[in-house]
């Protein structure tokens, strides 16, 4: 609104695909992180973060870390460890990781 008011014409892009994600809480005595990482290039500035929360939805730990120059896989991989990390600090034994890199979380064939 406020750049119509001063006549600024912007293009806003259309969204590519909308998508519906539902968060689903960890079961009693566990703990789901949630993980993520984003780099601006391959290597770029990068970044990775994380959030807990227990079987009601309440967020009981988080964390967000500069990792430098490097690229999207690194930083994925390491909020999976820095999270993992957090967790064993805190004493959380039952621990659901969820990440949205495939390839981070891939089981093998």
């Known amino acids: 609104m406020i750049l119509k008011a001063f006549k600024v014409d ?4 259309k969204a590519p695909r909308i998508i519906e994600v539902l968060w689903h809480s960890p079961v009693f005595n566990w703990i789901k ?4 990482g984003t780099a601006l290039g391959a290597p770029s500035l990068s970044a990775c973060a994380a959030i807990s929360r227990n079987n ?12 430098g120059n490097s690229n999207a896989f690194f930083v994925e991989i390491m909020g ?18 969820e ?5 981070a979380t891939s089981h093998g064939s």
Do not use: M
């Open 10 to 13: 912007c293009h806003l892009p």
């Open 33 to 36: 992180c949630n993980t993520d």
């Open 56 to 67: 009601l939805g309440q967020c009981i730990g988080c964390f967000a870390d500069n990792t």
């Open 80 to 97: 999976i460890i820095l999270a993992i990390e957090h967790a064993s600090e805190k004493g959380w034994n039952n621990l659901r990781i």
């Open 99 to 103: 990440s949205d890199s495939v390839l």
